[in-house]
């Protein structure tokens, strides 16, 4: 039976990221570049400007390579990851153009707890007077 980490994976390459594309297309498009993940020993390659946005495998031209171990990854697709702990610990470790990371990380924003949140700031009862 496959571990919680990859299934986590899979779900995320396989029907999250798809479903955020066609729901962002044309930012989707507008972008350009290609991020491979590799999650323990399963890989994707995320593809922006391209209409089949997510292929199974890593590419090896992509502008920027991440690893991620299962557990960090599992984080990540929280919203409660430290990069800087993680990066610090080598359970993520990257090595291309970072800019890559910053534009997917502004695509996926949408999906995020921490992105709703700051759109719902009445469920908090956050006082602005």
Not at 48 to 64: I, K, P, Q, R, S
């Amino acid at each position: 039976m496959e571990n919680t980490a990859s299934t986590k994976a899979h779900k995320f390459f396989g029907e999250t990221l798809p479903a955020l594309v066609e729901a962002q297309l044309e930012k989707h498009l507008a972008n350009k570049g290609r991020i491979s993940f590799r999650i323990g020993e399963e890989s994707w390659t995320f593809r922006f400007g391209e209409a089949e946005a997510v292929h199974e495998g890593a590419d090896e031209a992509a502008g920027l390579k991440m690893y991620f171990e299962p557990s960090a990854f599992d984080q990540f697709l929280a919203s409660n990851l430290d990069m800087r702990l993680a990066v610090n610990a080598g359970t993520i470790k990257a090595e291309g153009d970072f800019e890559l990371l910053k534009q997917f990380g502004l695509f996926i924003e949408a999906m995020t707890p921490r992105h709703r949140q700051v759109e719902e700031p009445q469920k908090f009862n956050w006082n602005f007077s």
